[in-house]
């Protein structure tokens, strides 16, 4: 599995209990009874790991809703590695992502036997979009310690993000009419690496394709929506 501190970004969340919510079904199959699949790849086209993900728990907040994601990560001879959850939140029309959300599997992994602090801002996407269209930055600082030792103590600020265009994206779970947009990220712990990335998204749908770059424009791996279903 890739040790790179952030492979892409991962984003899916779904439950019935949103669909009442304006703005929150356009990008997202808000449904508890939808399952999506997604592989993730190195540079080459080879597999490095799978998530699978469906909805744990739901609850009513004074503004919209938040929905509690269980993920399970297989590694590429699909074998269960581990399991995790974040946050999903649905206030006035906008999808705000718990920042655990941006971790690859190998760091979530890493993470899994430690004592995690999260602050920053959450990482959102509009109900709405349009090319060209604008969308906020977003800076998380992530800590984690073990037996009272700190271990990690990582920054990821997002910039430059935007509405590139609209595409049709083909992926193995079928052919997609997507939004594109783009982004900067910048991971900073001890070291700063910075990489560039484009993401995918249909309408009822979500996220189908994320692709990474170097600083150098090379392609350094990517994700896409494999299977989904009921």
Do not use: H, W
């Not at 982004?183 to 484009?198: C, H, I, N």
């Amino acid at each position: 599995m890739r040790n790179s501190v952030i492979f892409f970004l991962f984003l899916f969340f779904g439950n019935a209990a949103l669909r009442a919510q304006a703005g929150c079904t356009l990008f997202y199959p808000l449904d508890a009874k939808v399952k999506l699949e997604y592989t993730y790849y190195d540079k080459n086209g080879n597999m490095e790991s799978k998530t699978r993900s469906s909805v744990k728990a739901v609850r009513s907040l004074p503004g919209g809703v938040e929905a509690v994601i269980f993920n399970r990560i297989f590694d590429k001879r699909d074998k269960e590695q581990f399991t995790g959850e974040y946050r999903v939140r649905c206030e006035g029309g906008l999808i705000k992502m718990d920042a655990t959300s941006m971790l690859n599997p190998g760091m979530q992994q890493s993470l899994s036997n430690m004592d995690v602090d999260v602050e920053g801002e959450a990482f959102v996407i509009p109900g709405k979009m349009k090319p060209g269209q604008a969308l906020p930055d977003a800076k998380t600082n992530i800590r984690a310690a073990a037996k009272g030792i700190n271990i990690v103590d990582m920054t990821v600020t997002v910039t430059d993000r935007k509405v590139a265009g609209q595409e049709r994206v083909t992926t193995p779970a079928g052919t997609f009419d997507c939004y594109k947009i783009s982004q900067t990220t910048e991971v900073r712990m001890m070291l700063a690496k910075s990489f560039a990335s484009v993401e995918y998204y249909a309408e009822g749908l979500g996220l189908v394709r994320s692709e990474t770059y170097d600083q150098q424009g090379n392609l350094e791996g990517y994700m896409e929506l494999t299977a989904f279903g009921q």
